[in-house]
């Protein structure tokens, strides 16, 4: 029996851990200790949440969740180690780039615990994302990489991971396990049964990046051409709460069709029902590739770059035209059938489970 100690911090994470959790519970030769940091405060995260998402509760829950990067990211170093320090693992698992993955790296390697990363080597090539430095220095002190795609593992032969005494491996992205799983529950949410009972077209949208929110001239060009394209066809946007304040301190009030904040299992429910996706966030620009459609991404770089190749996938920025244009462009178009399987083929936590036991 190998003892695994996982740092989660935010709600992708915790679906992303989910399955795996699973996967090594089934080997029957892993124990696991789940710390939760609390990055992520939501007051949705209760016990509903949890039984229905099937996640096993943590066993620590350090309830760290307000300052700035360096004052979050200490007091998630101090708290971690002190759990490592008792449990004595094996491994330490993390996922992501958050500041909890980027604390639970630090407390592991300098308590010589080894470090497995799940969505090893990912880039954005943007040293500006606090994302991006997360994931570099986590990668860097991993003795398992794991990597969700082939890209990923190009991006840390091309930094010279080849001579660092490290595991690389690509097991697929745990996300797509997740979304395979997740789409055959059931939601019992009142407002998405009652956008899709109407059986009209509409196009999902997410808005929330600060390099979006932050910046007036991007969100008012972002909320234009979604104002245009609701003439149209409805655009339902769940409203993250960093978005509405945003929008409440320019007094925007953009025509389009709000929704409050969904549950994991609603957003795949509204997206395996919608024509096609405009979004600034990182998962969803994939699980709108697992359910083929096309996304129309609300920044400048992206981690998923394979998928722009594939043409799957357009990065237009905040360029109002550009956005409007690339609508007009794909609205119509049928998903490609013959595009390569870029994520695995949805047993990437089981791969996980045989690296950490091998």
Known sequence: MIKV????????????AAVVSKALKNTNCIDEVIVHTGQHFDANMSDVFFEQMEIPKPHYSLDINSGGHGDMTGKMLIEIEKVLLK???????????????????????KLHVKVAHVEAGLRSFNMKMPEEVNRILSDRVSSLLLCPTETAKLNLLNEGYENIDTCIDVCGDVMYDAALYYSQKESDSVEVNALLDKGTPFVLVTIHRAENTDDKIRLENIFSALESIHQNVEVVLPLHPRTRNKLAQIDLKPNITFVEPLGYIEMLKLLRHCELVISDSGGLQKEAFFFDKYCITARDETEWVELVNANVNFLVGANKELLLDKYKEVKNLAFPKDVEKFYGLGDASEKIAQMLLK
């Open 5 to 16: 100690v996982t740092v989660i911090g935010a709600r992708p994470q915790f679906v992303k």
């Open 87 to 109: 449990e004595q693992p094996d491994w330490l698992l993390i996922y992501g780039d958050t500041n909890s993955t980027l604390a639970g790296a630090l407390a592991a390697s």
